[in-house]
Structures are given as structure tokens and as C-alpha cells.
């Protein structure tokens, strides 16, 4: 029976045995394989040369040695090309049978994988349909709201119902809807950067504009919290200690301003004939953080009462009042840039996110001590900057559901607000002091040490070209270059 090499399909001049695979070779040919790859060439195991097993068959007549001249020496060196032609060969059809078994898996799993997918879109289509039948009362608990006070009506603003009247399918499509288009426009904007955006040397070169001292009463001095109208940013609306809710610029186009404090109520008010338009009693303690709902037609409030609401502000009128998961009181509140989801902070140092639809919490981020102060969300949808009363401010990934910076700012510094502006490429701190964060190298771009005292509220202007914040010292400041 004549003898085959494995490798050249041709009757071997010196055929081998290799003891790992049984197979037989051309004594030169399995040396040249074993030399660049040290494995069997039929089962991928380690063989050495020492290994090789001889065969022993009738003697073959060798032609004689060629010169370099003769014909022989030019069909040796054609010999040669075959074996390297026959070795590359060998190797491509091994390299087919491996890439043939990946396509049939990646096949597999794909297969697989649509169908899960299927699995779930059904599911999903279930839940809707089941949730659509159901009657607000039924698929979201009641939760009664304290009495209206006397002085309400007294004032001409209506009483509200005391029962929250439930998130209604027409609400929860209103409110998907608009995370839709949010999420779209959001995207389309990542891709470039903003015209007109605040360079980092632009930046680095801001200093104090302007500082308006007499907003609120010296009996009662301090201011607590700011906002900047986000169509014109001109004008800002500042809460102080004395009670008072004031715009600073009396052209502004916005129709409302709401505004929240210790004794329980979130009042909406028209700026035109400066006037309430709604009392919103959804807490039984002081309300400590409110974040409006991009549609502009809900507002989120967090109390120490350890529940958060959620309120139709056209009407003045309790959605839903959600408690704590863990019972805690909560100190601050902000939505998500696409409006489904929202973090709250407690005073035991718990950040946590919720799914407004749902009413559930859906991740938690330990790590801070002390009460939470303050929470921003990145118009990026991803980032989440908090601060507590440990010195420190900490960026988490929503993505992946983990901290991944954490600021240590100096020993017993205080932070009061943090503000991402609105093309995430900035991070402001109010405190101490208030600075300027240049995003994802996370350093230092400047300080502002012109307040007097705490610093207690920070927003940034349009594309970034001026920052405002507010203190203690009863003054607003504006920074920018001239």
C-alpha cells in the first residue's frame, strides 16, 4: 500500500510518523511546519521534531545532486515552491473549517437572539395593553395630600383635590412622546459642538460682571436658590431667606415661576399680573427640591416627608406621591434630561434613581456621607455630578451604573450646587467658593472668591458665555468677559 503525506497528498521520499495524530509526512515538510508552528498541522497538538517516527520502506533512487546550472537544480527549485505552495494550502484549508464553524455559531446565537427579542416585544405589547385597561386608581396607589389652608382661598386660589389623581395612559404617552423627540434632538446635537460655545481660554479668562446686592431683605438676608430662564437667559429668578421669589429682569418672556419653601407648598405663580395661579400641597414637611419636567406642564418635588410627587402645574393639581424605598427624607431632586427618569438624594447620604413611570426605584449609588446637597444631570444623558456634605463631588455613569471620578475638593468645604451647562461640557460648583470644571479631563478652570459667604445657587448662560450665582451675602453675581 503506497504512502500519502498529509500535507502534499504526494508518496513521501522520507515518510514520518507523528505520534499525536498517527498521520504520515514528508520528513521535510513536517520538519518546515514544526519549525513555524510546534503543533501537529492535522489536530493543533505540540509535536517535536525528536518525536518524529521513521517509516522504513524500499530504498528510493536519488537522482544526482544537480549544479546549479542543470535542469535538475530547476525543477528542484520548482519542488521547493510546490512544498511552499502545498504548506500554505493546508493552512488556508484549516483557517476555512474554523471560519465556517464561527459563521455557524454567530448564526446560531443571532437566530437565538431574535427571538428572545420577539419574546420580549410580545411581552412588552401584553403589559401595555393590560396597563391601558386598568383604571388609574387601580394601577397606582392613592396618596391623600394635606388639607388645603384657608388662606388659599382666601387669596383666590382654588382648593385642590386632596387625593393624587394617578399617572392616566394619556399622561405616560405625553410624557414618552417627548423622551422620544428629547432623545433624538440630544443625539443629532453630540455630534458637534455648539456654535458659539465658551472656549476653555475663553473661560479661564471670566471675571465678575456685575453684582446686584438688593434683590431680597436685609432683615432676613441670604439667598437660597437661583434659576435662569432657559430661552433667555437674561433673565434669572432668585429665592431668598425672606420668603420672596423675585425676577430679576422684568421683560422676561416666561409665563410662570414656581417656587417651594418650608411651609410645605409649591405655589405657581403668573409673572404678568405677579400673582398665584395654583397652591400644590402634595408634603406633609418642608419641601427641599423641585425640578420642572421638560414638557413644562409637571414638576417634580422631594420633601423631608420621605415622598416624592409629581404635580400637573396647569391645573395645580397631585399626580402621584411616591415614599422612599428605605423611609428616608429626601433632600434634592432633578429629572433626566429625557424626562422618564429622575435622581432624588436623601439625608442618609443615598443617591437614587426612579422610573417615572413606573414609580419604582431602579438603581441606587452608595458612596457618599452625609446628607445629599445637590445632583445635576449631564445633557449628555449619561453623566450624574453629586455632592454631599463629605467635601467631595462624585460623577457616575449611567450606562454602566458605577462611579468613575470623584473630585476631593479641600477639607471642609461645602457644596450647595452643582450645574452641567447645556452642552455638558462644563461642570460649575457653588460652595465655598464657585468654580468651573472643564468635563471628562475634570480639571480646574476657575475660581470665583468674590462672595461674601456661602455660595448657594450656580447656573451657567447661553453656550456657556456667562455664569450667575447667588449667596448668602443677599448678592447675584455675573461673571463673564466684557
Known amino acids: 500500500m503506497a504512502l500519502c503525506c498529509a500535507l502534499s497528498n504526494e508518496v513521501p521520499e522520507h515518510p514520518v510518523v507523528s505520534p499525536v495524530s498517527g498521520s504520515v509526512f514528508e520528513r521535510r515538510l513536517i520538519e518546515k511546519y514544526i519549525a513555524d508552528n510546534g503543533v501537529d498541522p492535522v489536530n493543533g497538538k505540540e509535536v517535536t521534531v525528536d518525536q518524529l517516527i521513521d517509516i522504513k520502506t524500499p530504498p528510493i533512487v536519488k ?16 519542488q521547493d515552491e510546490w512544498d511552499a505552495v502545498m504548506l500554505n494550502s493546508f493552512t488556508l484549508r484549516q483557517q476555512l473549517q474554523t471560519a465556517r464553524q464561527e459563521l455557524s455559531h454567530a448564526l446560531y446565537q443571532h437566530d437565538a437572539a431574535c427571538r428572545v427579542i420577539a419574546r420580549l416585544h410580545k411581552e412588552v405589547s401584553t403589559a401595555r395593553e393590560a396597563l391601558a385597561t386598568l383604571k388609574p386608581q387601580t394601577g397606582y396607589a392613592a ?5 388645603v389652608a384657608t388662606s388659599a382661598e382666601a387669596s383666590g386660589v382654588a382648593a385642590q383635590p386632596v387625593e393624587a389623581a394617578g399617572l392616566t395612559q394619556e399622561i405616560i404617552s405625553q410624557l414618552q412622546d417627548k423622551a422620544t423627540v428629547l432623545t433624538q434632538e440630544r443625539k443629532r446635537r453630540g455630534k458637534t459642538m455648539p456654535e458659539g460655545l465658551a472656549t476653555v481660554e475663553a473661560m479661564k479668562g471670566y471675571k465678575t460682571l456685575a453684582s446686584h446686592p438688593a434683590l431680597h ?17 437674561s433673565h434669572i429668578l432668585t429665592g431668598g431667606n425672606d420668603r420672596c421669589a423675585t425676577v430679576f429682569n422684568k421683560d422676561t418672556e416666561q409665563e410662570i415661576a414656581i417656587t417651594a419653601s418650608p411651609d410645605a407648598t409649591i405655589r405657581v405663580w403668573n409673572i404678568t399680573s ?12 418642608a419641601v427641599t427640591g423641585l425640578s420642572l419636567h421638560a414638557t413644562g406642564e409637571y414638576v417634580l418635588s422631594t420633601s423631608l416627608d420621605q415622598h416624592w410627587a409629581f404635580s400637573d402645574i396647569r391645573v395645580g393639581r397631585l399626580l402621584t406621591k411616591v415614599a422612599d424605598t428605605d423611609g428616608n427624607p429626601l433632600t434634592t431632586a432633578q429629572f433626566h434630561p429625557d424626562g422618564l427618569i429622575f435622581g432624588t438624594g436623601t439625608q442618609d ?10 414609580q419604582s426605584n431602579v438603581a441606587n ?3 457618599h456621607s452625609g446628607p445629599i446637597s445637590s445632583l445635576s444631570f449631564s445633557e449628555n444623558g449619561y453623566y450624574l455630578a453629586t455632592a454631599a456634605e463629605d467635601s467631595c463631588v462624585k460623577l457616575w455613569d449611567l450606562r454602566k451604573l458605577k462611579n468613575f471620578k470623584t473630585i476631593q475638593l479641600d477639607e471642609g468645604y461645602e457644596v450647595k450646587d452643582l450645574c452641567f451647562d447645556q452642552s455638558g461640557t462644563y461642570l460649575a460648583v457653588a460652595g465655598t467658593d464657585v468654580r468651573v470644571y472643564l468635563c471628562k479631563q475634570w480639571e480646574t478652570l476657575k475660581t470665583f472668591n468674590d462672595h461674601t459667604a456661602l455660595a448657594m445657587g450656580v447656573r451657567f448662560g447661553n453656550h456657556a458665555q456667562s455664569i450667575a450665582s447667588v449667596s448668602m451675602d443677599r448678592t447675584l453675581k455675573i461673571y463673564g468677559t466684557e
Open 274 to 285: 405677579s400673582s398665584q395661579s395654583a397652591i400644590i400641597r402634595a408634603h406633609d414637611a
Open 143 to 147: 396618596v391623600t395630600a394635606p388639607s
Open 349 to 358: 447620604s443615598q443617591i437614587k434613581i426612579w422610573d417615572l413611570k413606573e
Open 365 to 367: 449609588f452608595p458612596g
Open 217 to 233: 431683605s436685609a432683615s432676613m438676608p441670604g439667598i437660597l436658590t437661583m434659576d435662569i430662564h432657559a430661552a433667555d437667559t
Open 63 to 78: 537522482p544526482k545532486v544537480p549544479s546549479a546550472t542543470s535542469i535538475p537544480a530547476v525543477l528542484k527549485s520548482l
